[in-house]
């Protein structure tokens, strides 16, 4: 499993990433919106686990990676559209889907983990 330091730099890569791929979407009007869509929910998933790791309790830290979880699962939906309607097919939508796919992978774990650990009241 990645380490906090590790995903805490995954993250932040990843919304380079997304960064720079919206910096070279189409100009038109519907590739735009959803590129902000996109740009919006990608760069959100690291400041919310940065959050994470300044929770004051473990379901604190469940509730913000959660909301770090909420925001992968729009991400994936923003690149999803962006594929469909054919706004960008290339290879880096693809990259950036398959990326956004593992992070969900590691912070469905991160939960489910942190629940199982999480003291009982």
């Not at 009007?29 to 919006?40: H, I, K, P």
């Not at 956004?100 to 774990?109: A, K, P, R, Y």
Request: net charge positive; hydrophobic share 35%.
């Amino acid at each position: 499993m990645t380490g906090s330091a590790d995903l805490k730099t995954r993250t932040r890569d990843s919304s380079l990433a997304v960064i720079r791929f919206y910096s070279g979407l189409s100009r038109a009007t519907s590739a735009q919106v959803l590129g902000r869509q996109l740009l919006r929910s990608a760069t959100s998933v690291g400041a919310q686990y940065r959050e994470a790791q300044r929770a004051k309790s473990a379901a604190d830290f469940v509730s913000k990676s959660e909301g770090a979880l909420q925001e992968l699962d729009e991400t994936a939906y923003w690149l999803e559209l962006i594929e469909g309607s054919a706004t960008d097919t290339s290879s880096a939508v693809r990259d950036l889907r398959n990326e956004t796919e593992q992070l969900i992978s590691i912070f469905v774990s991160l939960i489910k983990r942190a629940k199982q650990n999480r003291p009982k009241n």
